[in-house]
């Protein structure tokens, strides 16, 4: 694949997401034969760009949140000093995905009320797990002897985290990434309940109302984006095998 | 140059190195060997404190290595082994520069160094130079490690078992090629191996380890001549050890002044083993050999009494 093309798919992808984000509007026809009832049948309490705004806001920073504390604990609990971690974070991490977003919010509202900070919280929690999990296996997979070589030459702690474990885990990482986002963006929908507007909106309240065409409306946007996401991850460079 | 000195490793509750004492003089190869498990590379890795010991004491230089921070400690001293440990995601280049790179040696130094050492070993620049791990043979890989615990020149080697995994015909080639560097390096080698064969071909100083200790050490024909115990007599090949002690001795050492009589037909080179020339007599069922120099111009005889170390000759 030559440099320019693979970005072919990811590009297309997101130039749908976008045509569909600006020009909604332009299918009321579509729908109103979907949902012939109803008065309105485009979502219209905000604008789909501004939802689209906020839903990644939300995504990303429960993302970098997750990356940040995800790689960080799986790296400390691979260090000697931290190895009697090593099962107790991975069975963390699990919890963390077992542990229903739903319920997560129903339990963070209370402590920190309606809006925005309980979703990422979910989401946080809800996203550990994969990043936790791959680069706990990155990490283990390492040639035992590329790492009795790089202590041997003399490399110090953390020049072989850098120059040695990072750069040969980083695909299975990356995938662990890749996975965490993509479902997320699909979770973050949820947040719309206790009032964290995102493309979730159109959905929560399409199923209140009874209205199916402002749940497709959502549901495709939230569809698009994750595709898109997902496209944009596999043609990093670091993605595939090395 | 390096002195272990009642030195002992203890994991849990197993003894790995049972008070091993031994010193390998400056320019010296010296070979562990023994039977896999009887803590040869425990005794090697303990030198470059990849495993703390347990009692005693280790010197480099007179001094202790627990003397040292540990990264300086390895910097110092070069490590290959029997995987390699090659980077995967870094050149061959790369790979090799790595320890000058550690002593922030200047780019051209580090870059200069590295052509010398591939020219040391044989890899040609332009075709290996940009070379992954992943492209090379299994002797292309272990002579980019040889060249990497070479890098920053250090004055002690330890290489565990480096040619183990080759075949027969590349390890021999790198056996000899590492005794070759060694003529002309004088480098202080540690080298583990469990190949009897081979700790023969390449040792100064031979020790033989059984079950964390150090059954016996000396030169290879000393061991040969005069094993300590059954254990190891078998080690050196049982029977087989008047072919191994012939494949030490040059045929320079036991043949006679060119005579008045006429020159044997089959000759051998004067440099060559007793080992190799007494398969050459088997071979041609000739009873005296001509020696020859490196010009194929006679210089001696060998006869078959005289190989097989009967001392008056008819
Ligand atoms: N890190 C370790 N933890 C526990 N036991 C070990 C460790 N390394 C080596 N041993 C034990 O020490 C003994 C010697 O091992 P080793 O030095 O690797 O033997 P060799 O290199 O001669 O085959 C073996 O019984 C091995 O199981
Ligand atoms: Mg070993």
Redesign the interface.
Known sequence: MSKGRRWVVPLGWLALLLVATFGMGQLEGVFRWIEADSRQVIYARADFVTLLGRHLLVVSVAAVLAILLGVGAAIAATRDWGRDFLPLVSQLASIGQTFPPVAVLALAVPVLGFGTLPIIVALLLYGLLPIVRNTLAGLEGI??????????????GG?ILR??EL??AAPVILAGIRTSVTINIATAAIGATVGASNLGDPIISGIVNGNTAYVVQGALLIGLLAVSVDSLFSRLPLAGS? | MIDLIHVTKRFGDAVAVDDISLSVARGELCVLVGTSGCGKSTTLRMI?R?IEHSEGEIHIDDQQIRAFR??????RMG?A?????????WTVARNIG??PR?LKWPKAKVQARVEELMALLGLAMEAFAGKYPHQLSGGQAQRV?VA?ALAADPDIL?MDEPFGALDPITRQSLQDELRELQSRLHKTIVFVTHDMDEALRLADHLVVMHQGRIVQQGRPLALLREPADGFVESLLGGEDRGLKEAALLPVSQRMLPLGPRLLARERIGQHASLREALSVMLWRHAERLTVVDDDDLPVGELSLRRLVGVRSDE
């Open positions: 040639d035992p002897g590329v790492m009795e070589a790089a202590r041997g030459m003399g490399m110090s020049q120059q040695v750069p040969l090395r | 470059n990849l540990e990264e300086t400690l390895r910097r490590y082994i029997q995987s390699t440990g090659l980077f995967p995601h790595l320890v550690l490690g990497r330890l």
